[in-house]
């Protein structure tokens, strides 16, 4: 399919065929996802493809132990139904038969040294900058997507699994200076999905003449 077409047919699935993905489609996703643009070309990830369903399960109860942890102090059944919620957007991965875990590391940029004798820490300098990583992150998890569509596979974008970040990033083999910045669920649908509305392009998009 052309691009155009991949990118009207992505969508944001939660319910994935247990049947796994080859390899080398993964790989495909991954080596795309490596060209998509960064800041001053930094190249600030690292992906990990996780098939195994033994640590995916176990992600998942790690997830929702975190979320039962930090949601307890509210019993009534607002909260739980607030639980209940949570979990379940949280750990949609669950039966995926990939998980794709980006990592990051921060963006040192020539001028932080020279910011910094004037007192700006590097978070404030990432700040200002309205943050380059996240945003350079964020086009190469848009590739692995759009990649994944035109294989005729669908994905999930995920990020509510980061609650329990350190406890993950262990099992992914996440370490210093990278920190686990989202996570990919991919597979085969289980049903066909119509295209959530979207906003029209007058609302927008507007031309300064």
């Given at each position: 399919?052309d691009?155009?077409?991949?990118?009207?047919?992505?969508?944001?699935?939660?319910?994935?065929?247990?049947e796994?993905l080859?390899?080398?489609?993964?790989?495909?996703?991954?080596?795309?996802?490596?060209?998509?643009?960064?800041i001053?070309n930094?190249?600030l990830?690292?992906f990990?493809?996780v098939?195994n369903?033994?640590?995916?399960?176990?992600?998942?109860?790690?997830?929702?132990?975190?979320?039962s942890?930090?949601?307890?102090?509210?019993?009534?059944?607002?909260g739980?139904?607030?639980?209940?919620?949570?979990?379940?957007?949280?750990?949609?991965?669950t039966?995926?038969?990939?998980?794709?875990?980006v990592?990051?590391?921060?963006?040192?940029?020539?001028v932080?040294?020279?910011?910094?004798?004037?007192?700006?820490?590097?978070?404030a300098?990432?700040?200002m900058?309205?943050?380059?990583?996240?945003?350079?992150?964020?086009?190469?998890?848009?590739?692995?997507?759009?990649?994944?569509?035109s294989?005729?596979?669908?994905?999930?974008?995920?990020?509510?699994?980061?609650?329990?970040?350190?406890?993950?990033?262990?099992?992914?083999?996440?370490?210093e200076?990278?920190?686990?910045?989202?996570?990919?669920?991919?597979?085969?649908?289980?049903?066909?999905?119509?295209?959530?509305e979207?906003?029209?392009?007058e609302?927008?998009?507007?031309?300064?003449e």
């Amino acid at each position: 399919m052309d691009l155009k077409e991949t990118i009207e047919r992505r969508r944001s699935v939660r319910h994935f065929k247990p049947e796994s993905l080859p390899l080398d489609d993964i790989k495909e996703m991954v080596r795309l996802a490596g060209l998509a643009p960064s800041i001053n070309n930094a190249q600030l990830w690292k992906f990990t493809a996780v098939t195994n369903k033994d640590i995916i399960n176990n992600m998942s109860n790690i997830v929702n132990g975190k979320i039962s942890g930090m949601l307890n102090a509210q019993e009534d059944k607002k909260g739980e139904k607030v639980k209940t919620t949570v979990s379940h957007f949280s750990t949609v991965f669950t039966d995926a038969p990939v998980v794709i875990a980006v990592q990051m590391k921060p963006y040192d940029a020539i001028v932080d040294t020279i910011l910094e004798a004037s007192g700006l820490s590097h978070d404030a300098m990432n700040k200002m900058r309205n943050y380059p990583d996240i945003q350079s992150i964020g086009a190469a998890i848009e590739t692995i997507m759009l990649a994944a569509t035109s294989m005729s596979d669908v994905c999930c974008w995920l990020t509510g699994l980061l609650v329990a970040r350190e406890e993950l990033e262990p099992i992914l083999g996440v370490q210093e200076p990278y920190k686990l910045a989202a996570c990919i669920a991919v597979g085969k649908p289980l049903e066909s999905l119509p295209a959530r509305e979207k906003l029209p392009l007058e609302s927008i998009f507007e031309v300064i003449e």
